[in-house]
Each structure stands twice: as structure tokens, then as C-alpha cells.
């Protein structure tokens, strides 16, 4: 194998950075696409390249080697040849476990999540299908609990539900829990707990993609913002629904909500708030989203490209210990 498997692992260093910076410069819905997409792929790609360092490590032991009918005078996995596989392949083995028992954990705490909030509704708890079949979100039902504590959410799953406490309803007027209502819509409709659950498990792969976070979940609630906004016919009325949702929730913080799901009163508030009274888009400077996309997608492609690389590195590596091709030198 050659050094294109450490590509993968060094790159999201650099990408991470890239693609919050170009976020900025896209509009909502382009942006969280953007950081979602590229959360994903990164922490696919580190997950190959850790995969592929732990396999070469495996297979240098006799009892792997006689599984896989290899030769062990032809078994030259190129950058770890000779007896520098197995630092590299210890280190790639355990952070395997460990992501795998991030990724375990953090499945189990959002679906005892949403689970809890199911049984608060009255429905029978969701699984993992019923969150990756879609369904209607114009078909999503109000729920509204008896509680004075102000807050409201999208809870995903069939059926997708839109949660909210009668302190939430009588702290906003009609209007206003119209607009509210509009944006939780949106939160379903766009299937933004995907998103979310995407940037969570890539932050378990990598720990440079963990500050994808923060900002997808702010372009998510601009996202829903601006269609609560075109749904409603008034930027205002949404501006100051959600201004006054977040004061409310925040004078008698409420349970905490499920992990995927997203609440208009999440976020940083008054930048949203801005965001919606501004008269027109933000100005945007095309020469930076330029750069920066130009940038990010020469990571990615680089990134995409040296696991390819490192994968067929290593099928050609045992096809010649298998003696199946003659082994190259030089």
C-alpha cells in the first residue's frame, strides 16, 4: 500500500475549515447540503483509511496469512512493509474500536431520544426504519403537552410529529404560532435530522470534522427560517415569532428535547432574528465562495482519490502474495 491510505486522515484537517467557510458565503438550504455532505464523506473516507491500515496489519499475522492463501515472501504492502505495519495497524485497530463504540453509543442515546418523546405523544417508539422511511410532513400532527414550560420541536419518524407545551402556544399569538408551526414543517420536510445524524457519526470518525456541528445545525434553522418566512408571507411575523419562542423557552428551560430533533428556538437567535429583518440576502463576496469551493472540492476529490488509491494498492499487494500476478520490482 502506498502513502495515499494517510491522505484520508490528514486531509479533513484542511477540509473541515474549508467547508465551514464556504458555508457562509451560501444560502441556507446550499450550506447545510454542503456541510453535511461534506461531513459525510470525510468520515467515510477516514473510516476506508483506517479500515485498510488495519487489514495490511491483519494480514501480516501467520494465521490471517494462511486464511487468505497469501505467500509471505511476496506479501510487500508497500509504506508498510518490513516492520513498520504494526504501530500504524495497532493505532488504526484501536481507534476502530473506539469509533465503533462512539458510533454505538451515540445510536443509542438518539433513539432512547426520541423513544421518551414517542411515549410523551401517546405513540409506540420509533425504530431506525421509521426514521429512514419517508413520510408526509404536510400529514404531521400537532401535539401539545400539558406543561407551562415554553418549547417546540420536530420529531421525526412515522409519523412525524411537530411537539409542542401549552406554555409555547400561549406565549405566542396566532400569528405567530402560525409562523412557528411553519418552521417545524419545514425541519420535516427537508428530513434535517438526516443531516444532523450524518455530522454526528463523521464527528465519531474524525475528530476535525466535530466542528461541523455547531454551524449545520445554525444553516438548518436558517433553512427552516426562511421557508417558515415564504410560507407565511412575512419575514417579520417570523422574525418576531421565533425572538419571542426563544424568550419564552429560556425563562423556564423544558426537558431536554430529543438530539435530532430541531426547534425554532434553537441556535443562535438573534443572528437569525438579524437574518430575517435584514431588507435583502447578505452580500456575499463571490470571489471567497469561489476559492472556497474551488478548495473544498479539490479535498474532496483529492480525499476520494487516494482512498481509491490505497484500496487498490492493497488488492494488488495480496493478489501478488496470492500469486496470481507475478510480483513487480523496482
Known amino acids: 500500500m502506498t502513502i495515499a491510505v494517510w491522505a484520508p486522515l490528514l486531509l ?7 467547508a465551514r467557510r464556504l458555508a457562509e458565503q451560501l444560502a441556507p438550504r446550499a450550506a447545510a447540503l454542503t456541510l453535511a455532505a461534506t461531513a459525510a464523506a470525510l468520515g467515510t473516507a477516514s473510516l476506508a483509511s ?7 496489519g491483519l494480514l501480516h499475522l501467520p494465521y490471517a496469512a494462511a486464511l487468505a492463501h497469501l505467500a509471505p515472501g511476496h506479501w510487500h504492502p508497500g509504506a508498510l512493509a518490513g516492520t513498520e505495519w504494526a504501530p500504524a495497524a495497532v493505532a488504526a485497530a484501536l481507534a476502530l474500536l473506539v469509533i465503533g463504540a462512539l458510533a454505538a453509543r451515540t445510536a443509542r442515546r438518539q433513539l432512547a431520544d426520541l423513544r421518551r418523546a414517542r411515549r410523551t405523544t401517546g405513540d409506540a417508539p420509533v425504530g431506525l426504519r421509521g426514521l429512514l422511511r419517508r413520510s408526509d410532513p404536510a400529514a404531521a400532527a400537532l401535539t401539545v403537552l400539558d406543561d407551562d414550560r415554553a418549547d417546540a420541536y420536530a420529531l421525526p419518524g412515522r409519523p412525524p ?3 409542542a407545551t401549552s406554555g409555547m402556544l400561549a406565549a405566542l399569538s ?5 409562523a412557528l408551526l ?16 450524518a455530522a454526528e457519526y463523521a464527528a465519531a470518525c474524525h475528530p476535525a470534522l466535530r ?3 455547531a454551524p449545520l445545525g445554525y444553516h438548518l434553522e436558517r433553512w427552516a427560517d426562511e421557508c417558515a418566512a415564504a410560507e407565511v408571507g412575512d419575514r417579520t411575523l417570523t422574525a418576531r415569532a421565533i425572538g419571542r419562542a426563544a424568550l419564552a423557552a429560556s425563562r423556564a428551560p423544558a426537558d431536554p428535547r430529543p438530539r435530532l430533533a430541531p426547534a425554532a428556538a434553537g441556535g443562535p ?11 435583502g440576502p447578505p452580500r456575499r463576496r463571490r470571489a471567497v465562495r469561489t476559492l472556497a469551493a474551488l478548495a473544498l472540492a479539490g479535498c474532496l476529490a483529492a480525499t476520494a482519490a487516494t482512498a481509491a488509491e490505497a484500496g ?6 495480496v493478489e501478488t502474495a496470492q500469486g496470481e500476478r507475478p510480483a513487480q520490482h523496482g
Do not use: K, N, S, Y
Open 174 to 178: 396566532a400569528p405567530e404560532r402560525a
Open 269 to 279: 437567535v438573534p443572528q437569525r432574528v438579524r437574518a430575517l429583518l435584514a431588507p
Open 312 to 317: 487498490h494498492d492493497l488488492h494488488r499487494a
Open 161 to 163: 410529529r411537530i411537539v
Open 12 to 18: 479533513p484537517l484542511l477540509a473541515a475549515p474549508l
Open 50 to 56: 483506517l479500515g485498510l491500515l488495519a487489514v495490511t
Open 211 to 213: 466542528p461541523l456541528r
Open 182 to 197: 411553519a418552521h417545524e414543517r419545514a425541519h420535516l420536510t427537508g428530513r434535517h435530522h438526516l443531516l444532523l445524524a
